[in-house]
């Protein structure tokens, strides 16, 4: 049993051991694992370094800004893996603790799974429903399910099913075993073979070698089972390709900006997985049944035949779990890649601002749209006969060269802001913008500040300025005064606090309820809703 001892920066020491979950590991953390000579230790496809740390070697690991399942793999000099580990990676405790990030990923996933789909080390657990999938969905069930899906063709391959075929053959005398009424009737037709069946000895003399028009059954394997997997098969392989096309593609337009996990570490061995699964089921289709097929499909027979043979029903069914997409529905023990923790905390603002705008307008129709194909630009749509309020999550706004995307511009270049609130209402009009930011010490959300002031100055909506431009951190105090009403009315710029604990929004979007109602209900509508956060 390969038990590795690991020690943190900290100094203190642990052991984790094959296909038990690991506790104890924090993003941004270091950790030492004790290295096995020759040996090699893969977290999550990509190879540790090795280093030295006081008296021994080791492979050294430091998770980014991710929390969730990280699959470790040791590796053999021949490349053989030797055993798993599984780490349960936590989120900072200085931002969020593992009871509010859980419950953030449960609200995500309940609004709309694809908003946590991601490309780093952590996994999640994920549905099976629906129809979303991307490159690094395929890879997942191809890593999953591809080496159950070979080990049930080689079973298959031991023993095809076959059917019995029925043909007319013509056959010398001497191999005859039967004959019909057919082969009478053809050889009475003919002098020779009408002599034969009469005189034997004589037409054995003349030396002639007569024919005769006999029925033969053979066992067939181009049959509608064995049709319906070449159909599997080929998907298959045709998957295999395309995710080495859709990772490469990924790889070329991934930029470094520190803030994620980068995938080109991880790509060799993930291509060279695929490809030796595309290597051996090709070689599985260059075999019987599969290479003497007239035409692969599915259809009724086909089914029926396989569902009741195992080894096919197993093979049909590891197929149908590689091939299939969808990742909505409940969750089943299969685990994806998801987002960066900063990215999480930025869509689960989203999240909480439609929310509140929800309870001070709720007399408006709501609903959601995706303008484009990215799935991470949402509109959130409010509207009634004289009122309309639109919550967008990192909307386009062009630069001042270019048309404007839904009234929205940039008097610079174009930038995305992580969600803006716009408000049209006979009280007037207001244009809120808020930044997520993943930071908490009082140096990195006065850097963070940076984009505050960024957006208030050149972004515009239908020609107008943001009324406020404010970063969302998950925990206050870094820099208090910045929290401060006066210092976000004097200067158009500010922070609040918004965590599952506490929401700062509540004096932040006041002016919002100018003209939704009157004051004593506006008064006792912020002091539910207070109540409630608070509680």
Known sequence: MAIIRCIDKQGCAFTVSPDVLASGFMERGIYYFETVPEWRLFVDDEPLETSRHEAFDAWRWQPG???????????????????????DVAPDQCKLGEVSFAAMLDELLAFDTRLLLGNEYAQLEVGREGRTSDPHLQYARLKRYGPELLSAF???LRKPLTRL??????????????IDRQTLRRALQDPAATALLYNIEQANASGEVLHFDVPSVFEDLDNPANQALAVVLGDTLRRSRQVIAGLQKLIDQERDTGARSALAPRLGRRIEFLEGLHSALRRIQRKEPFCSLRQPRINAA?????SAHPAYARAYRYGWYLLRPGIDGSSEGERLWISPTWEIYERWCYLQVVGKMKSIYPGLQWSYRWPGSRVDVVRCEGRSSDTQVDVWLQVRCPAFDRPANHCFSSISGERRPDIVVTVKSPAGRSFIVMDAKYRVDREWVLQGMESAHLYRDCLRWDGHKPDLSLLLVPRGGGAPLLETMNYRKDNGVGVAELSVEHSGLDVVLRPFWVGCADAESVEHSMTVISCATDG
Request: no cysteine; hydrophobic share 40%; aromatic share 8%.
């Open 165 to 178: 075929h029925r043909e007319r053959t013509l056959r010398p005398a001497h191999q005859l075993r039967r």
């Open 154 to 156: 080689a079973e298959v």
């Open 302 to 306: 086909g089914l029926n035949a396989i």
């Open 65 to 87: 800004f991710y929390a969730g399942k990280v699959i470790a793999e040791l590796v053999d000099g021949s490349g053989k893996v030797v055993a798993t580990y599984h780490f």
